[in-house]
């Protein structure tokens, strides 16, 4: 194999590199190597992404600093430099997905600052950038020439155009400056020391050896061409060496699909774990194999290890970290992210949308958790690393944690009550006769796990009650609990949304902290330290104030939209357009655009229950008056599903008897798969009542809709749902259907009626597509629709 990339003549012209990231995975092989050559290393590291493990094995060494620092800010470089490599980015999925902005200013704002140095010092610049420039890749394998296919506002766009960016920036800052710049694409790299950070290869590598079930996302047929990692380290510094001012690509190519990555690393590794398949991943590449012709004749660089060998070293590798993790075992391990406060042995109690998240989500910080629930079954699904539900990114966090190993479901009280901190997460729906919250299941955990706390700890209430519930729940705890008043209670509101609920735990807009002493303040603190030194607004607050915040919030955005819809009845009394009137308010700054749309108004496990239980508590409390406007805010929004209900009645001539109603939408919302209180189920349930024929579809909540509404007709896909309607309603807001081409959609109905309660789609592209479109509060296109039909 001709190679001569980081031969001693040419890497031996630097003396001292300044390198950003080193505190990761792949710039730990960039410090080790350019050590070996004799360059000595500065690392600047923030340890966002990065551990103290990768660099544990080059602290001593002579010619290695560490700067703990964030290369977006202003950093100080004593001495003089003559190599800048820019490798600081999270670079998996879940890392930049947690971490969006700074991504985005890693590869903006740190490469500006880097360029920056490397200009005053007259030094040679790398810049890490990625295989992902091209996106999900319309040529295969991919060379330098090709510019890409990259979604600008997709899940992976923080991380794909902020490298874009970089390109650019070190593209024009070396042709404005005379900065010599080199750029490395690198693919997919492996190897030894790799974390479980969402990664294929690692979160594998760790299944198959902890013998847990390997997660591959969507089908498997995706191929990638992972390449060891100590060769990309030694592709990158060949660029350095080289003065060459191209991208090259920096890969294996040998191309392998997810699926039989997933089948070789069991194999190497002697596992009997299975393979399991979860929900694809938002514009996964389909596609991943570099041209690397350019780095073959540019820089006599290509790769030593093939995939079998390093596959090989890397399970070895994980196997050995695994039996010195074991004897003896750490219960706290230091983990980066709790790094800034201590890791705490959490339980919590309910492994519901909320429970699951807020686990997954607490070992995302470093802590150790164990889930409960007495639901069997859920807990050994959720022990598979099957998530119950659809919650995006959901899935693939707990399969992180279980491989971690810093997750764990257990059925047991007992096995939970080792935790210092337990966050109760069961539900408190609505009563069945309507008169305020359910909270027999809060009530029965404190009957079941109360008699376990036999020690000093922490009770955190995240469930939304009605104000007065800590404290009796307090006084039921000191009574039943052997540690009697040594157990406190906290409420820590949750305020995640369906649907964006992991992002929502992980960077809540605020963390508010009701806490009955300055103990329980502290060890919350410590429990969030993460979010609260990312910034993150705390309010903190004595119990019942924290009870309020949550009730308050939900029937301020539930009054919100009640507003906007009542306003749209009265544009249909008045002839005014509620989608112009609702644009023109969100405009101004005092009212905004979030949470302000109208149509079919609002639903869900949530929002309905917690006004309801809000005014029943107001009457208990004798201030029914304060908040009676609730009840009209509640009303307001059950009439949108009737208004609905009489614009399908009037698509379908008056009766919907015999008629064929393709009802798209089943979730309460789009994101989710929950079903409860859906105002989508609701309509499609009044039109099967009145003798329609219904055909649902959603692209996600059909088995559940199904489980609670066998009697609804159900279609698998959207075309099979319209197909030979008499109206089609559009009554969930999923982009799906937002992307739907009118003119197809009207090939396969009987007749062009759409009911658009979301107002999702462009009236006037379904217009001229022939439909007659119409949509509560706008009654200009009703008189329109009349006016073509007569
Ligand atoms: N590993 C791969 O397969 C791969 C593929 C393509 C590109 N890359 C690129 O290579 C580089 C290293 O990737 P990795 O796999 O080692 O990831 P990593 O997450 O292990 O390392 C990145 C390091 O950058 C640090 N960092 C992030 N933001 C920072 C900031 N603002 N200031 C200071 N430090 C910061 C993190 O703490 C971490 O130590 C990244 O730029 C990545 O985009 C990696």
Redo the contacts with the bound molecule.
């Keep these: 194999m001709s190679d001569n990339s980081n031969r001693d003549g040419s890497l031996g012209r630097f003396r001292r590199a300044v390198l950003?990231?080193?505190?990761?995975?792949?710039?730990s092989y960039v410090a080790e190597q350019l050590l070996a050559a004799g360059v000595e290393v500065f690392c600047?590291?923030?340890?966002?992404?990065?551990?103290p493990s990768?660099v544990e094995r080059l602290l001593d060494k002579p010619g290695f600093t560490l700067l703990e620092?964030?290369?977006?800010e202003e950093f100080e470089v004593p001495g003089k430099v003559d190599l800048v490599l820019h490798?600081?980015?999270?670079?998996?999925i879940p890392?930049f997905a947690r971490l969006p902005i700074?991504t985005m200013?890693?590869g903006s704002a740190?490469t500006y600052r880097t360029l920056q140095l490397a200009h005053r010092h007259g030094a040679r610049y790398v810049l890490?950038?990625?295989?992902?420039i091209y996106g999900d890749p319309q040529q295969h394998p991919q060379s330098e020439e090709y510019w890409g296919n990259v979604n600008p506002i997709g899940a992976r766009s923080v991380?794909d155009e902020a490298?874009r960016y970089a390109e650019a920036m070190t593209v024009a800052y070396g042709r404005k400056h005379g900065v010599s710049v080199g750029i490395a694409r690198?693919?997919?790299?492996?190897g030894p020391l790799m974390r479980p950070?969402g990664?294929v290869i690692s979160g594998f590598v760790a299944q198959a050896v902890e013998g847990l079930p390997l997660l591959i996302h969507g089908d498997g047929t995706q191929t990638r061409s992972p390449c060891f990692?100590e060769d990309?380290a030694r592709g990158i510094l060949a660029i350095a060496a080289s003065g060459y001012q191209l991208p090259v690509n920096i890969g294996n190519t040998e191309e392998i699909s997810v699926l039989d990555l997933a089948r070789t690393i069991r194999e190497i590794a002697e596992s009997s774990s299975p393979i399991r398949h979860v929900g694809a991943d938002e514009d996964d590449p389909r596609q991943r194999c570099p041209d690397i012709g350019r780095a073959k004749r540019e820089l006599g660089w290509e790769p030593r290890v093939p995939l079998a060998e390093g596959l090989r070293r890397t399970v070895e590798a994980k196997r050995l970290e695994r039996q010195s993790a074991e004897t003896p075992v750490p219960t706290r391990r230091q983990s980066p992210q709790a790094r800034g406060g201590q890791m705490h042995v959490i339980s919590v109690v309910g492994c519901g949308y909320l429970g699951v998240t807020h686990a997954a989500g607490m070992a995302e910080l470093g802590h150790e958790v164990i889930a409960i629930d007495i639901d069997a079954e859920k807990i050994k699904s959720l022990a598979d690393g099957r998530v119950p539900f659809f919650e995006p990114g959901l899935d693939e966090l707990v399969g992180r944690h279980l491989a971690s190993g810093r997750l764990r479901f257990t059925g047991s009280y007992e096995e939970a009550a080792a935790a210092d901190i337990h966050f109760i997460c069961v539900g408190t729906p609505q009563r069945s006769d309507g008169s305020g919250a359910d909270l027999r299941h809060l009530d029965a955990v404190v009957e079941q796990f109360g008699p376990h706390l036999d020690r000093e700890c922490l009770v955190v209430g995240k469930s939304t009650v009605p104000v007065g519930t800590a404290a009796r729940l307090a006084t039921m705890l000191h009574a039943v609990a052997p540690a009697g008043d040594r157990v406190s209670v906290a409420w820590n509101p949750e305020f995640l949304s369906e649907g964006r609920a992991v992002a929502d735990t992980l960077r809540p807009d605020r963390l508010v902290l009701g806490t009955p002493d300055a103990r329980a303040e502290r060890l919350l603190r410590e429990v969030y330290a993460p979010i609260i030194d990312a910034g993150v607004p705390v309010v903190v607050a004595d119990l019942p104030t924290a009870e309020v915040i949550k009730s308050a919030a939900n029937s301020f955005m539930a009054t919100k939209l009640s507003f906007i819809n009542a306003i749209s009845e009265f544009c249909e009394a008045s002839g005014a357009d509620i989608k112009v009137v609702t644009e023109a308010l969100a405009y101004d700054a005092r009212i905004g655009g979030k949470f302000f749309t109208s149509g079919l108004g609002f639903g869900g496990g949530c929002v309905p229950k917690d006004i309801r239980a809000l005014l029943v508590r107001a009457g208990e409390l004798g201030v029914a008056h304060a908040l009676a406007f609730l009840a009209e805010v509640d009303a307001v929004n059950m009439r949108c599903r009737d208004r609905v209900v009489e614009l399908l009645r009037k698509q379908c001539g008056g009766s919907f008897a015999g008629r064929r109603i393709a009802v798209l939408g089943a979730a309460f919302k789009p994101g989710t798969d929950d079903i409860r209180d859906s105002p989508a189920l609701h309509v499609a349930n009044v039109l099967h009542g009145e003798g329609g024929q219904v055909a649902v579809y959603d692209p996600r909540a059909m088995e559940n809709a199904r489980r609670a509404f066998p009697a609804l007709g159900y279609e698998a896909t959207l075309l099979e749902a319209v197909r030979g309607a008499d109206v089609v309603a559009l009554l969930t807001d999923w982009e799906e259907f937002a992307l739907a081409d009118p003119q197809r959609l009207a090939a396969a109905v009987g007749q062009c009626n759409i009911v658009d309660a979301r107002h999702l789609l462009d009236a006037d592209a379904w217009q001229r597509a022939g439909w007659t479109y119409l949509a509560p509060g706008r009654p200009g296109l009703q008189q329109r629709a009349m006016a073509v039909s007569t």
């Design positions: 950003t990231g080193g505190g990761g995975f792949v710039g600047v590291d923030n340890f966002s992404t990065g551990h990768y620092a964030d290369v977006t490798l600081a980015s999270p670079a998996s890392e700074e200013l890693a740190g890490a950038s990625t295989s992902e991380y490298k690198i693919f997919n790299s492996y950070d990664r990692v990309t």
